[in-house]
């Protein structure tokens, strides 16, 4: 069994701990385990046949693990019957902020959100707002803006990317991730910051435990019945006392679980898509 681990190269050296994570577990299973950068794929269409090529002429695998956000490069390899985990539905849509609250917004309450066309001066919602690139991750391409000058700033850095605006919290600097393997959630924390309105790891922030209320449990489990995730953050943030639906992250970051006791996270993720192959 032969699986790939697909990265951009910029990102490799800060998720090293995270891939040998991978490694270790690979041993166990009797699985290899291949880092593999998107850099080195060659893909599209190759005698009337979908194709992905590695220059360095590895074989193909038998699934590949998505850590970036490539939509089309997933539906690529699962065109050619190889299943990839996050899937493409769950990259196209959870990787765009806008199509995730299309989705989800029935199903979750979500703070007062608008899609920006990209020639807005002003915010179309009352300040203070975050400016948000539609396909950001990590807290990166996240502004904040308390009036039109800083608004225009945010729109100015976004160099042009589809964005969407949203009203501030009253909690700024708090939110809770629900982990979710497939269709269960196997940890929840809360994400905090009193330095920045961004609460994400990279920012800054700090993580503890936090227990879901039933409503609110239910409500995660109402957005898994949308989805066939393998593992994914279901972020909300903290506004009147409530959570409310944020986002939905993909290649979804581990480091807050690693320091909260739960190392076997890729051992766990790695016995389910082994038993999803097997299904398979």
């Given at each position: 069994?032969?699986?790939?681990?697909?990265?951009?190269?910029?990102?490799?050296?800060?998720?090293?701990?995270?891939?040998n994570q991978w490694q270790l577990a690979s041993h166990k299973y009797a699985v290899k385990i291949e880092t593999v950068l998107l850099e080195d794929l060659v893909f599209g269409i190759r005698d009337g046949q979908p194709s992905v090529h590695h220059l360095n002429q590895l074989p193909l695998p038998d699934a590949v693990v998505m850590r970036l956000n490539n939509p089309l490069l997933s539906h690529q390899f699962e065109l050619m019957g190889i299943p990839v985990?996050?899937?493409?539905?769950?990259?196209?849509?959870?990787?765009?902020?806008?199509?995730?609250?299309?989705?989800?917004?029935?199903?979750?309450?979500?703070?007062?959100?608008?899609?920006?066309?990209?020639?807005?001066?002003?915010?179309?919602?009352?300040?203070p707002v975050v400016i948000k690139g539609a396909n950001s991750c990590g807290g990166r391409a996240v502004y904040k803006a308390v009036n039109d000058q800083e608004f225009v700033r945010a729109m100015k850095q976004l160099q042009g990317q589809d964005a969407l605006?949203?009203?501030?919290?009253?909690?700024?600097?708090?939110?809770?991730?629900?982990?979710?393997l497939g269709k269960e959630i196997i940890a929840v924390m809360m994400r905090v910051s009193d330095t920045d309105f961004r609460s994400n790891l990279g920012q800054g922030g700090d993580a503890v435990p936090y227990q879901l209320t039933q409503k609110d449990e239910?409500?995660?489990?109402?957005?898994?019945?949308?989805?066939?995730?393998?593992?994914v953050g279901i972020d909300f943030i903290m506004h009147k006392g409530q959570l409310l639906f944020n986002e939905i992250e993909d290649a979804v970051g581990t480091r807050m679980l690693f320091a909260n006791g739960h190392e076997d996270i890729v051992d766990r993720y790695l016995r389910f898509i082994l038993n999803k192959l097997e299904k398979n």
């Open positions: 069994m032969n699986i790939w681990l697909v990265y951009e190269g910029a990102n490799v050296a800060r998720n090293q701990f995270f891939i985990f996050n899937n493409a539905r769950v990259s196209e849509i959870c990787n765009d902020k806008r199509r995730t609250h299309q989705l989800v917004s029935p199903f979750a309450n979500a703070i007062d959100t608008v899609f920006l066309r990209g020639d807005e001066t002003a915010s179309p919602l009352p300040y605006v949203q009203a501030m919290s009253d909690t700024p600097g708090r939110d809770v991730r629900a982990y979710v239910q409500t995660v489990k109402n957005i898994i019945q949308l989805f066939d995730f393998g593992l």
